[in-house]
């Protein structure tokens, strides 16, 4: 499924634009928009560094490598949104040099198979846009 808006082409060959900001940032940004809107999120505790005890307990409870940085549980059903899908929004944050792992690759894959809208947004003015065109709340 294509985009739900602006540049961010799951696949990565969108054009990022030179920023200055780290992905944590936007990160915070992003959070706060979600907030303020009132939507139904989670970001899946995935990212930093573990020592190997701690991975593996983690890796037990169902941690997996490539989870989309914000899950945003609010259906994106419209006119034209065929069964099955429409069921949440998946959005993959990036800093300017941040590139989509095969893990993450393969996630915004199969959820998007599973009726999920994916995006990859590189700044809060496209994460708002894909966030508005997708959930009309």
Do not use: M
Not at 36 to 41: A, I, S
Not at 65 to 91: H, K, N
């Amino acid at each position: 499924a294509p985009p739900a808006a602006g540049r961010g082409d799951p696949g990565g060959a969108a054009v990022k634009p030179a920023l200055h900001q780290s992905e944590a940032a936007l990160h915070r940004q992003v959070v706060q928009y979600l907030r303020l809107r009132g939507l139904l999120f989670c970001h899946p505790p995935n990212g930093g560094r573990r020592d190997p005890r701690e991975a593996r307990a983690f890796l037990g409870l169902g941690v997996s490598p490539g989870v989309p940085d914000l899950l945003i549980f609010e259906p994106w059903v419209d006119a034209a949104t065929p069964p099955g899908r429409g069921f949440g929004l998946a959005i993959e944050l990036k800093s300017e040099k941040g590139r989509v792992s095969p893990e993450q690759r393969a996630w915004l894959d199969a959820l998007d198979a599973r009726g999920w809208l994916v995006d990859v947004c590189w700044t809060i003015d496209e994460a708002r846009c894909v966030i508005d065109c997708a959930v009309k709340q």
